[in-house]
């Protein structure tokens, strides 16, 4: 990944700092999180022992014992349904599902009670949990443990649905989560688990909350919108578009990092001063975030835009096979392609390069 | 050698981990359901009959039992009088309502499904809240948390891995408490009835769950629901104590459930019981039972009816007599004509509280739409202002 997510941190005064993945900034935040708090449980499968199949929770039922860190029998919709319970009794649950397509089974508990209770109790039993969740391609999963799930989640009301795309973010906004009243799923990108960048656990740095989107990368020809894995493709990009040089683009970069609430401001904001916008995300593009977003910026910045908001995501089909998923993937050719049909010539051009006038 | 010698293969015994873990023997339900109304002393098993010292009890699940068969017939008459959108009935299934709510103690939980709004009443829950749901004013309209009844749950048997969790949270607290989950037939196919009951085993949760098998969901009978010997064998596949009641033996009932409650508070880990019984009126008020059952079949059950087993049994003791029956009915009557009173009330739930409890704080989107909403309620209010001027 991300040379300028690199970059862009060290910025930020991260130079010194040794190098630490998201996997550990997550385990970090898990642990601060569980010695700040005795309300805060972990449960899932395979987290207490094993520490997780991708060793986010490793060390933690050491730690803290295997009632506040454990492993559950293998049951998504029983794991979310007691959590369910043990929040109403006060306790701070954070639950990890192993993959995103092994959540499902827990969707009737997270649509049908979590995301409602609090509203339905008029606030006498809001929801304190959080649903950590490995999303998103890119890591040669088979079948089944690569999807993007989260336009069901973000459709769900009362519901907050976080993903980080750096290692700062992915301590400060799993910290954010767990210390939320409302419940949060927490959407964690699987080909970022092992994403480095400079981050000293001991002085974490403060980021933004959850439900503020934040300018990555500063430009004036078109904004890039992402979050979670698609945050890097699209620094690479803008670095790309930058290097090129001959259409001189400079592309402004925002990380949404918070689906729900939705940061409209920063991100109308980016498009009125570039006046072109381009979504990119990996979950399928028919119902998929982007096109809300795309509508948004619509009906907010109509009289700046010099182009069709274009959005760029996975194709409408089940997640392929990982020998065909470079293909599926939003990557940077196709995210500089997109770019060039926002109208720089004041003509429509439809994907693939051939379409010309429609 | 091949490495299967040397391994002893070749030796005909089972592995050591082939045995069970638990012995099934003790957790299997007994024969017949258990019963405690009309029974002699021999025939009473080996919870035994209700002794002397439970003369008290007999009459407060007496009283329980003939205001809640009046407050069904309260409720459903409601529906008729457009007071209340739906109401799933409880009557024949008073028994194991009223039981629930009497056997629990202050710091224990009820998990009530829609049709147990008798449970949370005989608990003493005031029935305007507990109805809430059911007129349609809000989702929810009781201090869940204060009154330690969770809210009514419609998607069915969801409800059961909330009662466990929350059973485990005050477990590992050390709170001293149990709770009881209430589940119907149709409710044990659910995969949440499932894996609640084995989270429950393997977590030891002082949780009982109680299945009303009241015969049908909606239309469906147990014969199409379940091959299993009984709903109360579930529980030996969990490694659990599965127990068979008679649910319209209200004492039975109460008997069955406070052993149970005890077991769980005191640290011996859950328990399934399943009370038979029937629901002698339609699913709601909306349904038409005629469809799928006969007259006949119905009074079978009216014969043995909780009410009539409650009074026979009083009777027979020397415990009741007219003067008693009589002002229990008046009780009865009166809270019926304050319920009517009451429900007849027009309410008007405030829109505005439709962004209030969605998040801790509204977002930016649901700002903008209840100012929106507000907006067209001014222009409501002014229409409704212009049209009563003129």
Request: glycine content about 10%.
């Amino acid at each position: 990944m991300s040379t300028a997510v690199r970059q862009q941190s060290a910025s930020g005064g991260a130079a010194e700092r040794k190098p630490a993945t998201m996997g550990q900034a997550l385990n970090r935040a898990l642990a601060d999180a569980m010695a700040e708090d005795p309300a805060v449980h972990l449960l899932g499968e395979d987290i207490g022992t094993l520490g997780g199949v991708f060793r986010v929770t490793d060390g933690l039922a050491e730690r803290f014992g295997p009632d506040r860190c454990a492993d559950t029998p293998l049951a998504e919709a029983g794991i979310l349904g007691t959590a369910v319970g043990m929040a109403m009794y006060g306790l701070r649950p954070v639950v990890e599902m192993q993959f995103d397509a092994f959540a499902l089974p827990a969707f009737e508990q997270l649509v049908s009670h979590v995301s409602r209770m609090r509203n339905r109790t008029r606030g006498g039993l809001p929801m304190p949990l959080t649903v950590r969740i490995p999303y998103g391609g890119g890591i040669g999963g088979v079948e089944h443990h690569s999807d993007s799930s989260e336009a069901y989640y973000a459709a769900t009301p009362g519901l907050h649905v976080v993903t980080p795309a750096t290692v700062a973010d992915a301590y400060g906004l799993l910290r954010a989560a767990i210390a939320s009243d409302d419940p949060v799923v927490f959407l964690e990108p699987k080909r970022l688990y092992w994403s480095k960048d400079g981050w000293d656990p001991e002085a974490p740095e403060p980021v933004p909350g959850i439900g503020a989107a934040v300018v990555r990368r500063p430009g004036r020809s078109a904004t890039l919108i992402g979050y979670g894995p698609s945050v890097p493709v699209c620094l690479e990009a803008a670095e790309a578009a930058r290097e090129d040089g001959a259409e001189g683009w400079d592309l402004e970069v925002v990380d949404l990092r918070s689906l729900v609430p939705f940061d409209e401001e920063t991100v109308a904001a980016s498009v009125r001063r570039t006046g072109r916008a381009v979504v990119v995300h990996e979950s399928p593009g028919f119902g998929g975030p982007g096109g809300e977003i795309a509508a948004r910026i619509t009906e907010r910045c109509f009289h700046h835009l010099e182009a069709p908001v274009l959005r760029v995501a996975g194709f409408d089909i089940p997640y392929p096979p990982p020998m065909l998923e470079r293909h599926h993937l939003p990557g940077v050719d196709r995210v500089l392609d997109a770019v060039a049909r926002l109208q720089w010539e004041s003509t429509w051009v439809a994907p693939g390069g051939d379409g010309g006038g429609r | 050698m091949t490495v299967l010698e040397q391994l002893g293969a070749h030796v005909p015994v089972p592995p050591p981990s082939w045995r069970p873990r638990t012995d099934p023997a003790p957790l299997l339900p007994d024969a017949t359901p258990h019963r405690a109304l009309g029974v002699r002393d021999a025939e009473a098993g080996s919870a035994g009959r209700a002794g002397s010292g439970d003369e008290e009890l007999l009459l407060r699940l007496y009283a329980a039992v003939v205001h809640g068969r009046r407050y069904n017939e309260q409720a459903t008459a409601l529906t008729k009088q457009g007071r209340l959108a739906v109401y799933p009935s409880s009557t024949g299934q008073e028994a194991c309502q009223v039981a629930s709510g009497l056997v629990l103690r202050e710091r224990d939980w009820l998990f009530p499904s829609y049709r147990d709004t008798l449970a949370a009443v005989a608990r003493g829950l005031d029935p305007v809240e507990v109805l809430s749901l059911l007129r349609g004013d809000s989702h929810n309209g009781y201090d869940a948390r204060e009154q330690r009844v969770a809210p009514l749950c419609t998607p069915l048997a969801t409800q059961l891995p909330h009662a466990v969790g929350l059973a485990h949270a005050a477990r590992l607290k050390g709170d001293d408490l149990a709770v009881l989950a209430l589940v119907g037939d149709g409710g044990t196919s659910e995969g949440d009835f499932h894996e609640a009951l084995n989270f429950a085993a393997v977590w030891q949760a002082p949780v009982v769950v109680l299945v009303q098998n009241n015969g049908f969901a909606i239309s469906v009978p147990l014969s199409k629901q379940t091959a299993a010997p009984s709903l109360a064998h579930k529980a030996v596949g969990y490694g659990m104590p599965g127990r068979l009641v008679d649910g319209n033996d209200a004492l039975a009932v109460h008997e069955v459930l406070d052993e149970a409650l005890e077991r769980a508070r005191s640290g011996g880990g859950p328990t399934l019981v399943e009370a038979v019984t029937y629901r002698v009126e339609a699913h709601t008020n909306a349904d038409d039972a005629t469809r799928y059952r006969t007259a006949d079949e119905v009074e079978t059950w009216r014969a043995h009816d909780p009410l009539a087993l409650l009074e026979r049994e009083l009777r027979e003791r020397g415990l009741l007599d007219e003067e008693t029956a009589r002002r229990v009915r008046e009780e009865a009557e009166q809270k019926a004509a304050q319920l009517r009173e009451r429900m007849h009330q027009d309410v008007a739930p405030d829109p505005q509280e439709l962004f209030a409890h969605v998040y801790s704080e509204r977002t930016p989107q649901l700002r903008e739409q209840e100012a929106q909403l507000r907006a067209e309620l001014a222009a409501e209010g002014h229409r409704t202002a212009g049209e009563e001027q003129r």
